[in-house]
Structure formats: structure tokens, C-alpha cells
């Protein structure tokens, strides 16, 4: 047997942390956002965005309400410089948004830099330069002191060129890049040499980028690491503590999270986690985990489908179907227990009064993201008779008895069993009509009926129906204690048969529920529905259910089905 060759690698070092405070933390506020889709985003697209859909992308992370906006490397290339220039230019900026841009540590790159600011209101002059020990060694072949020197040298500049345009209220930025491959004591030490340079105040701050640039240890030492920065670094009401973690394991949303609680003041990420490798943070995941904590997001994701729409069309990148919040099965439930679990949730769930959302298997109310009941439930062959039931019940109005949803779901069974796909709920409508409801495919149909006192027992009635057996227009008569009872003798009698009411429901179905023939409700006036269940002779049970403006029809309707379908079987 094969194995996969795991001695190349080293687990990474943990921080010496014993005393951490982290863990008994909650986050009780929203993070300063930063979105870096503009940036980081766009620089790992196959097909990296034009100007009309950078200019989508930004007017879409106004709209959801980031107030920092990451909006490219102007020094870098043509496209994002005229990007800033044109939000600049032609006011397209809010004056409550901040936008930044970033740039490599190098002269000519932040001079290029701070032409392309010129005029904003306020902007973020974000500058880093790698300092993990790899980068050190292979990339730049540099000692810490070579690195510092890189860092404090692009921080000088950019103090004496903001100095130059008082236009602008400037904010600094420095990311030590690769901060989690760094030693955690030089990424102090870089960090206040730069903080020396720049002189950040309480009034004043200066941002320190802390960039999980690869994920390379689970989140729990992300989270040390942040807390061991906080408690060593000078001055810490003079800076803004920001994460910027990639997710190249997987657990970026959990590593912000911690990091956060760590003490961090600030997030960059992107909508639904898009960009290098395996993507930046998912700043919408993370946002709607404190929404369902009952913590204020500070972001406006009430339409969630949109941006999800927006993010696709400008990354050209879809988003998966079982993306947390957002993704099209993100709501939907396929099991039979989970189904039938929902089904009760929601019912519960309209009944209370303290607007407090439980509903099991269902974080958050679909509908405070834009997202309607309707796709919840979805059926296959894993489904059972709750989720079968929803669906006649939310969108046709019926509300099927226990036992008759046990048995109406055997039959949706045979059919997924026989497909292996899903069934819609159209199929479910319709599969539901043709075994109880379309009378001409059984052997009687139902006309009218009227009905009197038996002369000799008050108590009795006498009935007369007019119905067709086998397409021939004939009369029944039978006696009962009332309209059914005398209806299920007049059949009996007729056909030979013996069967016996065990259970009769029935109900009104509103208006705008009401079944039509494309799955729609029709808003015809209110028809009554009624489920008979009876027993024949061998003992076996089966429904009929019966649908009619007059709910004593209704219930004939309903005997008719049910003697149909023994007659058929």
C-alpha cells in the first residue's frame, strides 16, 4: 500500500503562550472591514477585472457598507492606476469610504503610489515588504537588519510625500508580508522600527497588517501569535491591530475569528473568500457568523443573492453551491429527520411572539438574507415524509394527516428510488393529484348528491348520489348516520366491497394557496379539502382525500377516491 510522503514536512513551532487570554473571549462588535477584492481578488483571477467591472465591484462594496476599500496596486499596472484616478476624478468615492491602495516597499513604486491619490479625500497608503525567515534566505538574501532597513527607508518616503500633499488625510499601513513564517519577536521589532518612522498617535493611529499570507498552522497559533504581538509592542493605542488571513487550510474564517478575540481590531478579506491559492478570508462568512450571534455585521448582506451575483460576474468565478449563507443549497435539506425537523421548527416558529429565531438545522432565518422558504425543502430518495409534506402544505395549501404523509410518501419514494434524482415539488403536485385527486383515472367519478331524513329513524339519513361507474351515469342509494357514512353504504352495496371509515380531517385552503394546473396558487375563492382514511376487509387502511367549494362534496369526493384506488390495487 501506498502512503503519501508526510516526513517532509515540519509541524510549525507554537508560540510559548501559556497564560493566553484569547480563549475565553466572545466577539461582541464587528471588526473594522477592509475588502482587498479590488487587489487581492482581482490579482488571482484568470481573467483579472476591467474597468467597468472594477467599477461594479466597488459601487457593490459601497453599497453593502465597507468603509475601506482596498482599490489596487496603482504602481503595478495601467488598469488599476486609471481605476483610482477615475474614482477620484470623477467623485465617485463617499465621503465616509476610505480607499486604499497598496505598493511594494521600492521608491519608484510609492511615488507612483501617491501620484495616483492625488486629490482623494482620505486614503490608506498600504506598504510592506516580506520578512519571514524563507523569504529572507531565498528570495532576497538579506539578514533582519537588510529587511528593516527595506521597511523604515519606504516609511520615510512616504511620511515626506504626504507631508507634500496636506490635501489628503493619509493613514499608514504597514504589513510585515508573511508575518506567520516570521519570527514573532522580529515581527515586533520591524514593526515599531516603522512605527518610529511614522510617529502614529492615539489620535493619530497607524495600521499594522499582520498577514497569515499562507495559512501554514491551525488557528489556535494565529490567534497566539496576535496576542503575543499586542502584549509585547510599544504604543498600542497609537496603531489598528489588521488580519489579512489566507485560507490555505482551510480555516481562515475560524483563524480571523480567533485573532479577533486575540484582540485584533480590524479584518481584510474578500466577498466569499475569493483569491490567491485557496483565497483570502471570507469577509461575508465572517460577517453573518456574528448576524447570527446576534452581533450588529456592520455590513448589509439583505440581499445576499445580488452580491453573490456581482461577486460572480466580476470574478467570472462561481460561487459554490453549498457556500455558507449565500450558496444555493445553503438552506436546503435533503434528509428525511431533518426535513421533518424543519417542518416543525417553522411551524413553532410562527407561533411564538419574541421574534427570537430556533428552527432546527437552520442557523439563521433564510429570509433576512433575501432568501425565500420555497427552496428549504427539496426532495430525493434520502427524503422522507416531512419534507414531502412541507412542500404540498407551503405551496399547495394541503395539510396532510400523519398517516396519509407515511403513505403518500412511499409513493414519491418508488418514483426517486426509480430516478435517483431529485423531485421537484412540481412532480410532488402532481404525482399527489393523480393519486388521490383526478377522479376520471378510477372507476368512479363523482357528480352531486342530495340527502334526506329517514322517515323511519330520525337519526339516519337517506342518500341519493349521481355518479359514473366506469364512464356510465348510475344512482346510488345508501343510509348512515350522516352524508359519509350513508355515501361509503351506497358504495359498498354497489361494488361488493367492504369498507369501513376509520378517520375523517378536513380544512379550509386559503385562497392564494390553491393548486392550479402549473403548481401556482390560483387565487380562486376558498375550497375546502378533506381526507377520509378507511379500512377494507383484510383490514389494510388507505386515503382518499376529496377538494370541492362545498365541503360536504368534498368529503364524497374523498370516499370516491379512497374506493378508486382499493378498486385499483
Same mark, same amino acid.
Given at each position: 500500500?501506498?502512503?503519501?510522503?508526510?516526513?517532509?514536512?515540519?509541524?510549525?513551532?507554537?508560540?510559548?503562550?501559556?497564560?493566553?487570554?484569547?480563549?475565553?473571549?466572545?466577539?461582541?462588535?464587528?471588526?473594522?472591514?477592509?475588502?482587498?477584492?479590488?487587489?487581492?481578488?482581482?490579482?488571482?483571477?484568470?481573467?483579472?477585472?476591467?474597468?467597468?467591472? @472594477?467599477?461594479?465591484? !466597488?459601487?457593490?462594496?459601497?453599497?453593502?457598507?465597507?468603509?475601506?476599500?482596498?482599490?489596487?496596486?496603482?504602481?503595478?499596472?495601467?488598469?488599476?492606476?486609471?481605476?483610482?484616478?477615475?474614482?477620484?476624478?470623477?467623485?465617485?468615492?463617499?465621503? =465616509?469610504?476610505?480607499?486604499? &491602495?497598496?505598493?511594494?516597499?521600492?521608491?519608484?513604486?510609492?511615488?507612483?503610489?501617491?501620484?495616483?491619490?492625488?486629490?482623494?479625500?482620505?486614503?490608506?497608503?498600504?506598504?510592506?515588504?516580506?520578512?519571514?525567515?524563507?523569504?529572507?534566505?531565498?528570495?532576497?538574501?538579506?539578514?533582519?537588519?537588510? +529587511?528593516?532597513?527595506?521597511?523604515?527607508? *519606504?516609511?520615510?518616503?512616504?511620511?515626506?510625500?504626504?507631508?507634500?500633499?496636506?490635501?489628503?488625510?493619509?493613514? !499608514?499601513?504597514?504589513?510585515?508580508?508573511?508575518?506567520?513564517?516570521?519570527?514573532?519577536?522580529?515581527?515586533?521589532?520591524?514593526?515599531?522600527? $516603522?512605527?518610529?518612522?511614522?510617529?502614529?498617535?492615539?489620535?493619530?493611529?497607524?495600521?499594522?497588517?499582520?498577514?497569515?499570507?499562507?495559512?501554514?498552522?491551525?488557528?489556535?497559533?494565529?490567534?497566539?501569535?496576535?496576542?503575543?504581538?499586542?502584549?509585547?509592542? @510599544?504604543?498600542?493605542?497609537?496603531?489598528?491591530?489588521?488580519?489579512?488571513?489566507?485560507?490555505?487550510?482551510?480555516?481562515?474564517?475560524?483563524?480571523?475569528?480567533?485573532?479577533?478575540?486575540?484582540?485584533? =481590531? #480590524?479584518?481584510?478579506?474578500?466577498?466569499?473568500?475569493?483569491?490567491?491559492?485557496?483565497?483570502?478570508?471570507?469577509?461575508?462568512?465572517? *460577517?453573518?457568523?456574528? !448576524?447570527?450571534?446576534?452581533?450588529?455585521?456592520?455590513?448589509?448582506?439583505?440581499?445576499?443573492?445580488?452580491?453573490?451575483?456581482?461577486?460572480?460576474?466580476?470574478?467570472?468565478?462561481?460561487?459554490?453551491?453549498?457556500?455558507?449563507?449565500?450558496?444555493?443549497?445553503?438552506?436546503?435539506?435533503?434528509?428525511?429527520?431533518?426535513?421533518?425537523?424543519?417542518?416543525?421548527?417553522?411551524?413553532?416558529?410562527?407561533?411564538?411572539?419574541?421574534? $427570537?429565531?430556533? $428552527?432546527?438545522?437552520?442557523?439563521?432565518?433564510?429570509?433576512?438574507?433575501?432568501? *425565500?422558504?420555497?427552496? &428549504?425543502? #427539496?426532495?430525493?430518495?434520502?427524503?422522507?415524509?416531512?419534507?414531502?409534506?412541507?412542500?404540498?402544505?407551503? %405551496?399547495?395549501?394541503?395539510?396532510?394527516?400523519?398517516?396519509?404523509?407515511?403513505?403518500?410518501?412511499?409513493?414519491?419514494?418508488?418514483?426517486?428510488?426509480?430516478?435517483?434524482?431529485?423531485?421537484?415539488? @412540481?412532480?410532488?403536485?402532481?404525482?399527489?393529484?393523480?393519486?388521490?385527486?383526478?377522479?376520471?383515472?378510477?372507476?368512479?367519478? !363523482?357528480?352531486?348528491?342530495?340527502?334526506?331524513?329517514?322517515?323511519?329513524?330520525?337519526?339516519?339519513?337517506?342518500?341519493?348520489?349521481?355518479?359514473?361507474?366506469?364512464?356510465?351515469? +348510475?344512482?346510488?342509494?345508501?343510509?348512515?348516520?350522516?352524508?359519509?357514512?350513508?355515501?361509503? %353504504?351506497?358504495?359498498?352495496?354497489?361494488?361488493?366491497?367492504?369498507?369501513?371509515?376509520?378517520?375523517?380531517?378536513?380544512?379550509?385552503?386559503?385562497?392564494?394557496?390553491?393548486?392550479?394546473?402549473?403548481?401556482?396558487?390560483?387565487?380562486?375563492?376558498?375550497?375546502? &379539502?378533506?381526507?377520509?382514511?378507511?379500512?377494507?376487509?383484510?383490514?389494510?387502511?388507505?386515503?382518499?382525500?376529496?377538494?370541492?367549494?362545498?365541503? $360536504? *362534496?368534498?368529503?364524497?369526493?374523498?370516499?370516491?377516491?379512497?374506493?378508486?384506488?382499493?378498486?385499483?390495487?
Amino acid at each position: 500500500m501506498n502512503k503519501m510522503n508526510f516526513h517532509k514536512y515540519r509541524p510549525f513551532a507554537p508560540i510559548n503562550l501559556p497564560d493566553r487570554t484569547w480563549p475565553n473571549k466572545t466577539i461582541i462588535k464587528a471588526p473594522i472591514w477592509c475588502s482587498v477584492d479590488l487587489r487581492d481578488g482581482n490579482q488571482a483571477l484568470i481573467e483579472p477585472m476591467g474597468p467597468e467591472r @472594477k467599477l461594479r465591484m !466597488f459601487e457593490t462594496l459601497v453599497k453593502l457598507g465597507f468603509k475601506e476599500i482596498e482599490v489596487g496596486f496603482p504602481a503595478a499596472s495601467d488598469t488599476d492606476f486609471a481605476f483610482v484616478r477615475q474614482i477620484i476624478e470623477e467623485n465617485l468615492v463617499p465621503k =465616509d469610504v476610505t480607499i486604499q &491602495v497598496l505598493t511594494q516597499c521600492r521608491p519608484e513604486l510609492i511615488t507612483r503610489t501617491f501620484e495616483a491619490l492625488k486629490g482623494a479625500h482620505r486614503a490608506i497608503v498600504h506598504f510592506y515588504n516580506s520578512t519571514s525567515t524563507l523569504q529572507r534566505r531565498v528570495v532576497f538574501g538579506l539578514d533582519q537588519a537588510g +529587511i528593516t532597513k527595506i521597511a523604515t527607508d *519606504a516609511a520615510a518616503l512616504v511620511k515626506e510625500l504626504a507631508d507634500k500633499a496636506p490635501e489628503t488625510d493619509w493613514v !499608514f499601513q504597514y504589513s510585515p508580508e508573511s508575518f506567520t513564517g516570521t519570527e514573532i519577536d522580529y515581527s515586533i521589532e520591524i514593526c515599531e522600527a $516603522v512605527a518610529a518612522v511614522i510617529k502614529p498617535t492615539p489620535q493619530k493611529r497607524m495600521i499594522f497588517n499582520l498577514p497569515a499570507t499562507v495559512e501554514m498552522s491551525t488557528a489556535n497559533i494565529y490567534a497566539d501569535q496576535i496576542e503575543y504581538f499586542l502584549r509585547k509592542v @510599544k504604543n498600542r493605542d497609537s496603531i489598528i491591530l489588521s488580519l489579512h488571513p489566507h485560507n490555505d487550510r482551510g480555516t481562515g474564517v475560524a483563524a480571523a475569528e480567533l485573532g479577533v478575540m486575540a484582540g485584533a =481590531d #480590524r479584518v481584510e478579506g474578500t466577498l466569499f473568500g475569493n483569491g490567491e491559492r485557496t483565497g483570502n478570508v471570507d469577509v461575508v462568512t465572517l *460577517a453573518m457568523n456574528l !448576524f447570527s450571534q446576534g452581533v450588529d455585521p456592520e455590513l448589509d448582506f439583505t440581499d445576499i443573492t445580488s452580491a453573490a451575483r456581482t461577486a460572480e460576474y466580476c470574478n467570472q468565478l462561481p460561487v459554490h453551491p453549498r457556500h455558507p449563507y449565500v450558496g444555493e443549497l445553503a438552506f436546503t435539506a435533503f434528509s428525511g429527520s431533518h426535513q421533518d425537523a424543519i417542518k416543525k421548527g417553522m411551524t413553532a416558529q410562527g407561533q411564538r411572539n419574541d421574534g $427570537v429565531w430556533e $428552527v432546527p438545522y437552520l442557523p439563521i432565518d433564510p429570509a433576512d438574507v433575501g432568501r *425565500a422558504y420555497e427552496p &428549504v425543502i #427539496r426532495i430525493n430518495s434520502q427524503s422522507g415524509k416531512g419534507g414531502i409534506s412541507y412542500v404540498l402544505e407551503t %405551496d399547495y395549501g394541503l395539510e396532510l394527516p400523519r398517516r396519509l404523509q407515511i403513505e403518500f410518501s412511499q409513493v414519491i419514494q418508488r418514483i426517486a428510488d426509480g430516478t435517483g434524482k431529485e423531485i421537484s415539488p @412540481k412532480l410532488i403536485w402532481d404525482t399527489f393529484e393523480s393519486e388521490y385527486l383526478t377522479q376520471p383515472q378510477g372507476r368512479f367519478n !363523482f357528480g352531486s348528491h342530495r340527502t334526506l331524513p329517514d322517515p323511519h329513524q330520525s337519526e339516519r339519513r337517506s342518500l341519493t348520489a349521481q355518479l359514473k361507474d366506469g364512464g356510465k351515469a +348510475i344512482d346510488l342509494q345508501g343510509q348512515g348516520t350522516g352524508p359519509i357514512d350513508a355515501y361509503i %353504504d351506497a358504495i359498498n352495496r354497489h361494488a361488493g366491497i367492504q369498507i369501513n371509515l376509520i378517520d375523517y380531517r378536513e380544512h379550509a385552503i386559503v385562497p392564494t394557496a390553491t393548486p392550479s394546473s402549473d403548481g401556482k396558487g390560483s387565487g380562486a375563492s376558498s375550497e375546502a &379539502v378533506a381526507y377520509v382514511e378507511i379500512k377494507r376487509g383484510d383490514g389494510t387502511t388507505l386515503f382518499g382525500v376529496g377538494r370541492d367549494r362545498n365541503i $360536504v *362534496a368534498a368529503s364524497l369526493k374523498a370516499v370516491t377516491s379512497a374506493a378508486n384506488r382499493l378498486l385499483a390495487n
